[in-house]
């Protein structure tokens, strides 16, 4: 089981980025996946999940409204479509998996990460 994070970058704030989470050795669209987030001498956070029914779970308020999170099953990869940027939403993203049906926001809970993408929201 391999998850390929990627997508990241530097964006002014206000401005948009869509992270990708490619697996391979493993059908995707059974599990549910989680996007986290570490920024530098904080702990890594839950930020939003899918389920294997395709329900969302948002772990942080502050991003409500502003990520959304989908799959595309035939490519085994899930999204995470980041709009309206904030400096706040700077960090290392990394996706990650638990292999089961529902979300967890427990980073310790994950079996499986993708290796970061860097998001940098500067002017």
């Known amino acids: 089981v391999q998850l390929q994070a990627s997508g990241g970058g530097l964006v002014q704030p206000g401005g948009s980025l869509r992270l990708s989470c490619a697996a391979s050795?493993?059908?995707?669209?059974?599990?549910?996946i989680g996007w986290f987030r570490q920024a530098p001498g904080e702990e890594r956070e839950g930020v939003l999940c899918?389920?294997?029914?395709?329900?969302?779970?948002y772990y942080l308020d502050s991003v409500k409204g502003r990520f959304t999170i989908s799959r595309d099953n035939p490519n085994n990869t899930v999204y995470l479509q980041m709009d309206s940027l904030k400096p706040e939403d700077e960090a290392v993203y990394y996706c990650?998996?638990?292999?089961?049906?529902?979300?967890?926001?427990?980073?310790?809970?994950?079996?499986?990460w993708g290796k970061g993408t860097q998001v940098t929201v500067s002017s």
């Open positions: 990650a998996t638990d292999v089961s049906y529902y979300c967890s926001g427990d980073a310790d809970a994950m079996d499986y």
């Open positions: 899918i389920s294997s029914n395709d329900s969302s779970t």
């Open positions: 050795g493993f059908t995707l669209d059974y599990y549910a």
